[in-house]
């Protein structure tokens, strides 16, 4: 599989980095400006959060969850991270993903953070 370079990455990623390490497919990613980047070897790889039975991309007007209030509008600067989901934005919360959606949170599956 080619790698999806992420160019003139300056930034070097770490345990201590001040980034999210989440759980992706069997390694490690870190979250960064929504995206999720991987180290190999010299270069940053950028991977995508695929559409997939532990992430679907369904609306879900059911899911109700308390981890914040009905009001909140998800955006930048919100206080939850942004991540690339398949095509689209969600934001992470609580370790799952959040789609605002008309007036409710669309479910995307979890993401466990490493
Ligand atoms: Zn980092
Ligand atoms: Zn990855
Ligand atoms: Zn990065
Ligand atoms: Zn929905
Ligand atoms: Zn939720
Ligand atoms: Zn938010
Ligand atoms: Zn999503």
Partial sequence: ????????????????????????????????????????????????????????????PEHSCSSHDQTHQHGPGCGHESILHDKHVDFLVAGHLHHPCQNHCDYHGNIHSA
Avoid at 9 to 23: D, L
Avoid at 49 to 57: D, G, K, L, S, V
């Fill in 1 to 60: 599989m080619a790698c999806k370079t992420h160019p003139n990455h300056e930034h070097q990623h770490n345990p201590s980095c001040g980034h999210i390490a989440v759980h992706h497919e069997g390694h490690i990613d870190y979250l960064h400006d929504s995206h999720l980047h991987h180290i190999h070897g010299e270069h940053i790889d950028e991977h995508t959060i695929a559409e997939n039975a532990n992430n679907q991309t369904a609306c879900t």
